[in-house]
């Protein structure tokens, strides 16, 4: 089932897990933002999501807060709404695919045989980069995007994906839910990036008070302690920070080099 098919003035009795991107309205994919006008019930993560997201929502659509529910409070309410015959938008902060709990979402509206689709957003990495002026794959230097996390109350990382031994390819590494653990990651990460290696300290991306700082990898556990980040953090380490500037070229369009589409000069 696609969302494609259905009418401007309907949808489909299903559940629509959106990815509302890292905050700011105008980053809202268009399918995203056409689910949000028809739905009748929106379920959104109201501790993640700013709630100018929800500006151009039908006036009659039922909105809940799921900042302080459980997954086994809000999902009888999804499969209650669309076996009346509603349309429920799940609203996730970011893309619902990455960190997003979605999983366990999927699986047990499997079970129920709720329909449900998954539309993508954008990921704060992404808005990162953007908010950086720096692309995280500069030919010569760095093409690997890590995106990771460190292992926290709610969730571990399994023994192959710790991030000293990730940090050791020296990639651009993304580094989601670490503010409350900063020193920790600023040890693992030193252990193979030099100290000096540039770090973005992202803030609420996209949000109305949105921060972020550019310090060396040494410094990133003192920028977080000092300005009180405990959430909402994203940190980027990267070699590409540091070139931002640079004269570093890709061959993709460079007059000399050949391929299907076009003839080298």
Known sequence: MTTDAI?????EPAVYIVGAGPGDPELLTVKAQNLLARADVILFADSLVPSQILAGTRADAEIIRTGHKTLEEMLPVMISRVREGRSVVRLHSGDPTLYGAVHEQMQALSEAEIPFEVIPGISAFQAAAAKLKVELTVPELVQTI???RISGAASSVPPAEELA???????SLCLYLAARHAQKAQDKLTAHYPADTPVA???RLGWPDEQMWVVPLQEMAAVTQGEKLIRTTLYVISP???????KTRSRL???EHEHLFRRSR
Not at 7 to 11: C, F, G, H, Q, V
């Open 7 to 11: 009418s401007p003035e309907s949808l």
């Open 146 to 148: 890590i995106l990771t």
């Open 165 to 171: 031994s990730l940090a050791a390819h020296r990639a």
């Open 201 to 203: 300290v992202c803030y």
């Open 240 to 246: 590409a920070l540091a070139a931002r500037g640079g």
């Open 253 to 255: 369009y460079h007059p």
